[in-house]
């Protein structure tokens, strides 16, 4: 699962009011380059809840091989607090942005409603946010 991903996710279980951003628990993340195209990260940017993707990248800092820099070439990209009003024509920011919205990967683990604590698998980079029965 993709960062941009995550960051469009939230928990829809009965009762809950606050269910975003989901609490990312990675158990086994992935680096996979794509090519960049600054036209689609200047899009998406538009879309994105900034905040909420410096919180899933400083969930991702968590995991070790990423923060250590083993399965990162370079480690995780440096975002500014805020994003710039004039982001769209800082190539060096955008690339950064490319990698964290496209080419880092929840493979495993677990995204996690900040209100109930109800968790939700991801495999094979693909979340399950089916609810039981009792949950709709």
Known sequence: MRLLTHNLLQCHKKGVRNGYPLI?????????????????????????????????????????PFASGAELPGGLPSLPEALPMDFDSDEDLLRRLHVVLFDIFLVEGKLVCPESGREFPVTDKIPNMLLNEDEV
Do not use: C, H
């Open 24 to 64: 990312i628990k990675p158990d086994k993340m992935a680096y996979q380059e794509s090519p960049f195209n600054k036209e689609l990260v200047v899009g998406m940017m538009t879309r994105v809840e900034y905040p909420v993707l410096l919180q899933a990248l400083a969930w991702v800092r968590e995991y070790q």
